[in-house]
């Protein structure tokens, strides 16, 4: 069973840092496409930055180059995504997702998200105040 629980979430000020953490079980992180999608209130949901371990590829969405790092660290079966000179258009709800390597590709799951009935953590807040 994949089981994904994001944390990490918070209050700051805009053109702070936060780092939020997805804990990863019941699967191999290399074997998996790990997204960061976010979703503000009555907007739909969007892909932040997408990692395949295995082959060290990511993606990153115009909003978030230069911005934003995926990272992970199979040994403890973590993805983080790492968020500096944050603005209050990243005020949202973020979440983690995973889809078999096989069946995906970083680009094609942050453009087009997973369906709700895959596999998603319960979610974190970040919220960004000017």
């Known amino acids: 069973q994949v089981q994904l629980v994001e944390f990490g979430g918070g209050l700051v000020q805009a053109g702070g840092s936060l780092t939020l953490s997805c804990a990863a079980s019941?699967?191999?992180?290399?074997?998996?496409?790990i997204g960061w999608f976010r979703q503000a209130p009555g907007k739909e949901r969007e892909g932040v930055s997408c990692?395949?371990?295995?082959?060290?590829?990511?993606y990153y969405s115009d909003s978030s180059k230069g911005r934003f790092t995926i990272s992970n660290d199979n040994a403890k079966n973590m993805v983080y995504l790492e968020m500096s000179s944050l603005k209050p258009d990243d005020t949202a709800d973020y979440y983690c997702?995973?889809?078999?390597?096989?069946?995906?590709?970083?680009?094609?799951?942050?453009?087009?998200?997973?369906?709700?009935?895959?596999?998603w953590g319960q979610g974190t807040q970040v919220t960004v105040s000017s």
């Open positions: 019941g699967f191999i992180l290399d074997h998996y496409v």
């Open positions: 990692l395949s371990s295995g082959d060290s590829s990511s």
């Open positions: 997702a995973a889809t078999p390597r096989l069946l995906t590709t970083v680009q094609a799951m942050c453009v087009n998200p997973p369906t709700l009935l895959g596999s």
